[in-house]
């Protein structure tokens, strides 16, 4: 079984200043992908970031990074010069690659981010 | 571009009315596709999946059904709503299992008084 714990139910940050939003996950899958979504209050669910098990190098998709550390099962999003837009919730999830996951995403409980000005 | 539609955006039913949500994925085909339930401040928890058309695969034993009549539309039914089955249902497509790919339509907000 998968499990994804985000331990964080709420950060906040200045703006312009960078956020780290922690996820540690637990998996007995060799193979797997983690993802980050981000959660407006609109509630549409918008993919921000991917970070495959086997890939050596840290994501980045321009102002957001995953910091991985594959040994300590952490998959921490890093947002560089928060905006105002950047407040939502933001979800961790994990994609395992067992027998019969087909996809699936098991998510984390989630971490509301506020920026202020 | 793939784009993901789904209907209602609001609903509002009684308990024990019946349910029917609708999903449709444009510009692609054979997709993987999955319904979720979110609760009020709470993560997601998939519900169905399904890889391909007659294809359907349960998570959480409750008292909703899903179909997948064509291969790019999935619906999520109940016979009888509960009042617990009020929550934001989301649906997602894959383009395959290893993907890293996962997007999410915009969501049907389920009240159920």
């Known amino acids: 079984a998968q499990k994804i714990t985000q331990t964080q139910p709420g950060m906040f940050v200045q703006e312009k200043e960078a956020v780290t939003l922690d996820c540690t996950y637990d998996?007995?899958?060799?193979?797997?992908?983690l993802f980050w979504y981000k959660q407006p209050s609109s509630g549409e669910m918008i993919f921000l970031i991917y970070?495959?098990?086997?890939?050596?190098q840290n994501a980045t998709e321009g102002r957001y990074s995953l910091n991985f550390q594959k040994a300590r099962k952490s998959a921490n999003l890093v947002i560089s010069a928060s905006q105002l837009g950047d407040s939502a919730m933001y979800f961790c999830a994990m994609r395992g690659t067992g027998g019969t996951s087909y996809g699936k995403l098991t998510f984390g409980q989630g971490t509301i981010l506020t920026v202020h000005p | 571009s793939q784009t993901i539609h789904q209907w209602p955006a609001t609903l509002v039913q009684p308990v024990g009315s019946p349910l029917s949500l609708e999903c449709t994925v444009e510009?692609?085909?054979?997709?993987?596709l999955y319904w979720y339930r979110q609760a009020a401040g709470r993560g997601l928890q998939l519900l169905f999946y399904?890889?391909?058309?007659?294809?359907i695969s349960s998570e959480v034993p409750q008292n909703l059904s899903a179909s997948r009549p064509q291969d790019r539309q999935f619906i999520l039914s109940s016979k009888k709503l509960l009042l617990s089955d009020s929550g934001f249902y989301l649906c997602?497509?894959?383009?395959?299992?290893?993907?890293?790919?996962?997007?999410f339509g915009p969501g049907t907000r389920l009240t159920v008084t």
């Open positions: 510009g692609t085909s054979n997709p993987n």
């Open positions: 998996t007995s899958d060799q193979s797997y992908g």
């Open positions: 399904s890889v391909g058309i007659g294809q």
């Open positions: 970070q495959g098990s086997y890939d050596e």
């Open positions: 997602a497509w894959g383009p395959g299992q290893f993907s890293n790919e996962q997007y």
